[in-house]
C-alpha cells in the first residue's frame, strides 16, 4: 500500500511576490516536479515502510475480531434450534451488542489510519514547501512555480528546473529537524511499532447476526 504523494498544483506553486523591481530588471523565476520531490523526500521510503507495518497491524485486529464475532455466531447456529425463545433472544442481543462493538472499533480504527496518512503527508508537504521558501529566498527568486503534468504550465524552458537544488535543500532541513512522523501523538494498533503515511487500511466486512425474525 502506498501512502498518496499527490498534491495540488496550486497548493505547492508558491507564487510569492518579490521585492519591488525596477522595469529594468526581469524577475528571476523558476519551477521545480513537486511529484519528484515527494517521491525523493529524505525518510520517505522509511516512513513508507513503517506505515505498511501499522496498517499490517490495523488489519489483523479487524480479522482478529471479525472471526471471533464469526465463531461466536456459528456456535450460536448450531445451538439456536434447542433453545428457548427467551434464550435465543437473550443470545441474539448479545451478539448484536458484540457486532456493533465490533463496528466502533472498526471505525477507530479506520479513523486511526486515516489520521495517521494525514499527519505523515502534511509533514513531507511541509518540508518540500520549507525547502522552495528557502531556495527562493536565499537565491533570489520571484516565484517558484508548481511543473509536471498536474500543474497548469503548459511549456517552460527546462534550464529554469530547479528541482535538483530544492531536493538538495530538503535533505539538508531534513538532517536538521526530527524525522517526519517520529514524534508523532498518534497511538499505534496493536502489535505495530510507534512511529509511520497512508489511505485507511480497509477492514474485512463484519459478520451478519442471525435474529429469530
Same mark, same amino acid.
Given at each position: 500500500?502506498?501512502?498518496?504523494?499527490?498534491?495540488?498544483?496550486?497548493?505547492?506553486?508558491?507564487?510569492?511576490?518579490?521585492?519591488?523591481?525596477?522595469?529594468?530588471?526581469?524577475?528571476?523565476?523558476?519551477?521545480?516536479?513537486?511529484?519528484?520531490?515527494?517521491?525523493?523526500?529524505?525518510?520517505?521510503?522509511?516512513?513508507?515502510?513503517?506505515?505498511?507495518?501499522?496498517?499490517?497491524?490495523?488489519?489483523?485486529?479487524?480479522?482478529?475480531?471479525?472471526?471471533?464475532?464469526?465463531?461466536?455466531?456459528?456456535?450460536?447456529?448450531?445451538?439456536?434450534?434447542?433453545?428457548?425463545?427467551?434464550?435465543?433472544?437473550?443470545?441474539?442481543?448479545?451478539?448484536?451488542?458484540?457486532?456493533?462493538?465490533?463496528?466502533?472499533?472498526?471505525?477507530?480504527?479506520?479513523?486511526?489510519?486515516?489520521?495517521?496518512?494525514?499527519?505523515?503527508?502534511?509533514?513531507?508537504?511541509?518540508?518540500? %514547501?520549507? $525547502?522552495?521558501?528557502?531556495?527562493? !529566498? #536565499?537565491?533570489?527568486? =520571484?516565484?517558484?512555480?508548481? @511543473?509536471? +503534468?498536474?500543474? *497548469?504550465?503548459?511549456?517552460?524552458?527546462?534550464?529554469?528546473?530547479?528541482?535538483?537544488?530544492?531536493?538538495?535543500?530538503?535533505?539538508?532541513?531534513?538532517?536538521? %529537524?526530527? $524525522?517526519?512522523?517520529?514524534?508523532? !501523538? #498518534?497511538?499505534?494498533? =496493536?502489535?505495530?511499532?510507534? @512511529?509511520? +503515511?497512508?489511505? *485507511?487500511?480497509?477492514?474485512?466486512?463484519?459478520?451478519?447476526?442471525?435474529?429469530?425474525?
Amino acid at each position: 500500500m502506498r501512502f498518496p504523494v499527490r498534491l495540488a498544483a496550486a497548493a505547492l506553486a508558491l507564487s510569492v511576490a518579490a521585492p519591488a523591481l525596477s522595469a529594468q530588471t526581469a524577475p528571476k523565476i523558476a519551477f521545480v516536479e513537486v511529484a519528484t520531490l515527494m517521491d525523493q523526500a529524505p525518510g520517505r521510503a522509511e516512513a513508507q515502510s513503517q506505515f505498511e507495518k501499522e496498517a499490517q497491524a490495523i488489519r489483523a485486529e479487524l480479522q482478529r475480531m471479525s472471526d471471533s464475532l464469526d465463531t461466536m455466531i456459528q456456535a450460536y447456529q448450531k445451538t439456536q434450534s434447542t433453545l428457548s425463545a427467551t434464550q435465543r433472544e437473550t443470545r441474539e442481543k448479545d451478539l448484536q451488542t458484540r457486532q456493533q462493538g465490533f463496528q466502533q472499533r472498526a471505525q477507530a480504527l479506520q479513523a486511526r489510519g486515516q489520521a495517521r496518512e494525514q499527519e505523515l503527508v502534511g509533514g513531507f508537504e511541509k518540508l518540500v %514547501r520549507d $525547502a522552495i521558501d528557502d531556495v527562493r !529566498t #536565499t537565491e533570489g527568486y =520571484a516565484m517558484i512555480f508548481a @511543473g509536471g +503534468p498536474n500543474s *497548469a504550465m503548459l511549456s517552460a524552458d527546462k534550464s529554469l528546473d530547479i528541482t535538483d537544488k530544492v531536493l538538495a535543500r530538503m535533505r539538508t532541513i531534513a538532517a536538521a %529537524r526530527p $524525522a517526519v512522523g517520529a514524534n508523532s !501523538t #498518534t497511538p499505534a494498533p =496493536a502489535g505495530a511499532r510507534p @512511529g509511520a +503515511p497512508v489511505a *485507511a487500511p480497509a477492514g474485512p466486512t463484519r459478520p451478519r447476526v442471525p435474529t429469530s425474525n
